[in-house]
């Protein structure tokens, strides 16, 4: 293993001379999803209605690594769907040699990396990295072999994670369905059913229940009005200034809930 920096594991001669076709696909930040560090799109442009930016050719294995917000880590690899695509000059090209593509790819999301780039921004309000500060970045370099089998295991532990995702996710969506559930037999009487049969002798019945409603209503009610009386008073004692206060709404017994209960509607809870 020795130390190296990606410039002398890339190929620095990247065709920068714009489209040279009608229509051609061209690679923007907005291409680039920064979860899936995966170029998700493309717009299929004009030449002629080209922007300044559109420039560099990629090549299928290319890693693209935004230069603005590091932070933000927009990087991703050149599929065979976006070969001989164009892309902004906001993106540095890497172009492996000799070197493993994708070990170079995860190596650029690697949180060392990331720190480093942060490191050497330039620029308040648009802070971006150069070129050379990608170029420059020192790492160390495995065997071709060892490349492989860093590789491979990163493939396999970021496969284990997106299972894991699924499962949590499948898991949350099993939680709703069975809150719901729980929330419907609640109300439904199933959760207290054997609490009922258990304590049959010391529950209300529905008579007992309106009884006690209709008492604790009239209490309501007549505080209420006690409070209106002597609110009417201090009212009329300055002088009736503003709007007289409102009588409460007279308590009603037996209204359309309490004969649905009177009939012997059963309590579920």
Known sequence: MVRTIIKDVSDTSIDKSGPKI??????????????????????????????????????????????????????????????????????????????????????????????????????????????????????????????????TKIEELFSELDSGIASLKTAQEQLKIYRQALLKHAFEGKLTEQWRKDNADQLETPEQLLARIQTERETRYQQQLKEWKQAVKDWEAKGKDGKKPTKPKVFEKNGEADNKLASGLEIPY
Request: proline share 5%; hydrophobic share 40%; aromatic share 10%.
């Open 22 to 151: 009608s229509q051609f696909n061209y690679i923007d930040i907005k291409s680039v999803d920064r979860d899936k560090k995966a170029i998700t799109g493309a717009s299929v442009i004009s030449s002629d209605a080209a922007p300044s930016r559109a420039k560099q050719h990629l090549k299928k294995g290319d890693i693209i690594v935004s230069m603005t917000r590091p932070n933000l880590n927009a990087v991703a690899m050149v599929t065979a769907e976006f070969d001989c695509a164009i892309a902004s000059t906001g993106f540095h090209i890497i172009r492996p040699k000799n070197i493993e593509s994708k070990f170079i790819y995860y190596l650029v999301q690697s949180r060392d990396f990331i720190d480093a780039m942060c490191e050497k921004t330039q620029g308040a309000l648009y802070p971006a990295v150069r070129p050379r500060d990608i170029e420059s970045y020192e790492f160390w370099l495995p065997t071709s072999k060892g490349q492989q089998e860093i590789v």
